[in-house]
């Protein structure tokens, strides 16, 4: 067995995940290296999920009565357990969504309804990256159409990093907003957050951070982010579907309007005008995700058992020996970084003449689950000249004997194509 230093004790790790027990096809053990997509989730995330169905459920806030008074503390706690993950100066700034679509969206159309100094219209610029997951290239996009605003972004390099050569002519004086992604879902390259924000400032332009690939995987601080809005998914974090989160500034969130009406974020109602409550309930409208908020709060305190600082380290030193497994894979070609430097653990590659596709499904017939496709990043196969990549993603269950697996596999990928 291949010992590698900074490692976790995946042994024991692994039998808090059912999933991972499972035969597939015939009798082959599952490998699960599609993380980047969705991580596996734990038995702690599983009963908190079913402990609250059982015995709390009920719709949270206003509520007098028993069930409703602990399904309401238990989903205020989630958002307490969020705000001190990412440490976030007030519980009051981590705003519950379905996912990190809907926080990105969220923050494009506030932008787009608010008044000066924060509206987008016609005679500003919106910035974004070339590397963008799909989710934050098309509510901008969206964002652009309906307010005439003109839309920018830096390319990227050869070696899969974003070229910053021309920053001072892509964020100007008419910059409202630049959102970008912290580590890339198909690239895995880190970006260099101090430079974008140092110069997003200079200008007097808000920063929002797409951290979905970087909250489960390393520790998340958004004071030092120096951002202004940060997303992220549970789903990615050993937590449910259903539940996302938007953190934002306080002073931004109380001038900022809201996205969505409907029911718990108003504060009087009449038929002539509303007014609203003060975040984060104001961005809250509806019966919120309840049971995902408190799964995603059991989550969050599954990763804070492990540690983010060990959970990176593993991750870090998995990357290293995938990176360095795949070179020696014939005509394999890793779209992105080539080294474990500012890099996290997803890892793109082609395979010669042989389509993504074609690679995956012969993979999974040897249990190996990875992703092949855009990610929803088409415009990075569009820069490379690639139809696809196939993605495999690691995290804190994963070892060293998958990617093994996985470097087996690919051999067997080959010869089955000649």
């Not at 630049?178 to 879902?185: A, G, K, P």
């Not at 200008?203 to 951290?211: E, H, K, M, Q, S």
């Not at 202004?228 to 990615?236: C, N, P, Q, S």
């Not at 050993?238 to 259903?242: I, L």
């Given at each position: ?27 082959k ?29 009920a ?29 976030a ?10 996912n ?6 969220l923050?494009a ?28 290239i ?5 964002l ?28 100007t004086?008419k910059?409202?907003i ?8 198909i ?6 957050v101090e ?7 200079e ?9 979905s690939q970087a ?12 951002a ?9 974090m ?5 539940i ?9 969130l ?10 718990e ?10 007014t609203y409550?003060?975040a ?16 995603l ?13 060990k959970?990176?380290?593993h991750e ?12 020696e ?22 395979l ?6 074609d ?17 929803c990043?088409?415009p990075?196969?569009?820069r ?12 804190l269950?994963s ?10 596999g ?6 089955f194509?000649?």
């Open positions: 067995m291949t010992q590698l230093p900074g490692l976790l004790d995946t042994e024991a790790i692994r039998k808090d995940f059912p999933v991972l027990d499972r035969l597939v096809h015939d009798g053990k599952l490998v699960y290296l599609d993380n980047a997509a969705t991580s596996q989730k734990p038995r702690q995330v599983l009963d908190a999920l079913s402990e609250y169905y059982e015995r709390y459920n719709n949270v806030h206003r509520g007098v009565h028993v069930l409703a008074e602990e399904a309401t503390a238990l989903y205020e706690g989630a958002r307490d357990k969020v705000a001190e993950f990412v440490n100066p007030s519980r009051d700034e981590v705003i519950f969504t379905k990190a679509s809907e926080s990105l969206n923050v159309n506030m932008l787009g309804w608010a008044d000066e100094p924060y509206r987008v219209d016609h005679e500003t610029e919106i910035v974004i990256t070339e590397m963008e997951h799909h989710s934050n098309v509510p901008w996009q969206l652009a159409q309906r307010t005439g605003a003109k839309l920018k972004w830096f390319g990227l390099t050869d070696d899969g990093r974003l070229d910053l050569s021309n920053i001072d002519e892509i964020i004086e910059t409202k630049v959102s970008f992604v912290l580590v890339s879902n690239l895995g390259t880190v970006n260099p430079a974008i924000v140092r110069r997003a400032q200008v007097g332009a808000l920063v929002c951070i797409d951290a909250a489960p995987h390393m520790p998340l601080d958004v004071q030092a982010l120096q202004d809005f940060v997303a992220f998914t549970g789903h990615k050993c937590g449910p579907t259903g996302g989160v938007l953190w934002g500034r306080q002073e931004l109380e001038d900022l309007p809201p996205f969505l009406g409907g029911g974020m108003i504060e009087t109602v009449s038929m002539h005008s509303s409550a003060p984060p309930h104001k961005f809250e409208a509806g019966t919120p995700p309840i049971a995902q908020a408190v799964g709060g059991a989550a969050i305190d599954y990763l804070n058992s492990i540690g983010m600082d959970i990176l380290a870090h030193a998995l990357t290293e020996y995938a990176v360095k497994r795949l070179a894979v014939p005509d394999l070609r890793i779209i992105g970084p080539t080294t474990a430097e500012d890099r996290g653990a997803a890892i793109s590659f082609t010669g003449d042989i389509h993504p596709h690679v995956g499904q012969v993979l999974d017939e040897q249990g190996i689950a990875v992703r092949v496709g855009h990610h990043a088409r990075v196969c569009l490379y000249g690639i139809p696809a990549t196939t993605r495999a993603s690691f995290y269950y070892t060293p004997a998958e990617i093994d697996a996985l470097v087996d690919l051999e067997h990928v080959r010869n194509f000649g």
